[in-house]
């Protein structure tokens, strides 16, 4: 059988966290419309009876402004290495950026079989993709054009990763879809819901903190128990709202998902706190689970 890891890299929004779910079939990633969603390295993995592809998604790549940051662009670095191939994902439903040519460029040029997905194609005009194609042929690179949201041309796209993989034994058992815990994703549910409910720089300061994570009620339903963690005493307020109606509201979107996650009934508990800062913190970046620089 075919078996191997696939880097999924590209600029911030590109649409990787969509894709790999959608590859694998199941929600591995927390997905928004606002840039730096992803901020570690998931595995999504799709198992065949023929082949075995471990896909890595990871932050999307975007100027490095704190701490946090750095730590993510350099788990993105990291996550190229000793991999089978790479998927490098381009949104270019506007147009090609320079940016994109440099980072393709960059790309190509680590010797490891890259292939180049033009995301999103369900909302560009055909000339477009039709000229981008044709300017991209110069490249000598392959070029796959995807929509995630709408499941075009996933098939093809697998067939393309799967010819630059080797052959070899499977890498994980035939049930894992992902290395990550249910802890690390009831607090994504939560930072999902928060990223998709709040304005500018208020998601992007958050961290998701889960204090308790336990069956109650005789096992029937789970106990979960969260800090939100903010940067400043006026985000705090605006997270919570008007005698509480923000935090509830979107306490009670991220419980939704989080009793589909699990399929049993949670009992969430919520609070926000202030720690000013943490996005330049060694100490905190670490004790909120970051990987250190
Ligand atoms: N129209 C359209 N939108 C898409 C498609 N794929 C992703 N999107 C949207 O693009 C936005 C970003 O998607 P993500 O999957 O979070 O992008 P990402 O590259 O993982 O972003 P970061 O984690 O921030 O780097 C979301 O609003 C998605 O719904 C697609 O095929 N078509
Ligand atoms: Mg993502």
Same mark, same amino acid.
């Given at each position: 059988m075919k078996s191997g890891f696939v880097a999924v890299v590209g600029r911030a929004n590109a649409g990787?966290?969509?894709?790999?779910n959608v590859l694998v079939g +199941?929600?591995?990633?927390i997905v928004s419309p606002k840039p730096q969603t992803t901020r570690d390295r998931i595995l999504g993995v799709l198992t065949t009876k023929d082949y075995?592809?471990?896909f890595i998604d990871t932050p999307g790549i975007y100027r490095a402004d704190n701490l946090l940051n750095s730590v993510m662009q350099k788990t993105t670095a990291d996550s190229c290495v000793d991999v089978d191939a790479i998927m490098f994902l381009m949104d270019a439903h506007e147009g090609i950026s320079d940016?994109?040519?440099?980072?393709?460029?960059?790309?190509?040029?680590?010797?490891?079989p890259v292939v180049l997905v033009l995301t999103k194609i369900d909302i560009m005009p055909e000339s477009l993709l039709i000229a981008e194609?044709?300017?991209?042929?110069? +490249?000598?690179? +392959?070029?796959?054009?995807v929509s995630a949201r709408k499941n075009r041309n996933i098939k093809e796209l697998?067939?393309?990763v799967l010819d630059k993989l080797p052959d070899g034994e499977k890498l994980f058992e035939q049930d894992i879809v992902s290395d990550r815990s249910e802890k690390f994703?009831?607090?994504e549910i939560m930072r999902e819901k928060i990223l998709l409910k709040f304005e500018k720089e208020i998601p992007h300061g958050i961290a998701v903190i889960i204090n308790k994570f336990a069956l109650m009620d005789g096992g029937n339903m789970y106990e979960v128990n969260l800090d939100v963690i903010c940067e400043k005493p006026n985000h705090k307020a605006i997270l919570i709202g008007k005698g509480g109606k923000a935090i509830k509201e979107v306490s009670s979107f991220a419980r939704t998902d989080m009793e589909k996650f699990l399929g049993k009934k949670v009992f969430l508990t919520t609070y926000v706190k202030v720690k000013e800062e943490w996005r330049n913190s060694t100490q905190l970046l670490k004790q909120y689970g970051y990987e250190e620089l």
């Open positions: 990787k966290s969509t894709l790999v +199941e929600k591995v990633a075995q592809i471990a940016t994109d040519r440099a980072l393709l460029k960059k790309y190509t040029a680590l010797k490891i194609l044709k300017e991209l042929a110069e +490249e000598n690179v +392959e070029v796959v054009p697998i067939k393309v994703m009831l607090a």
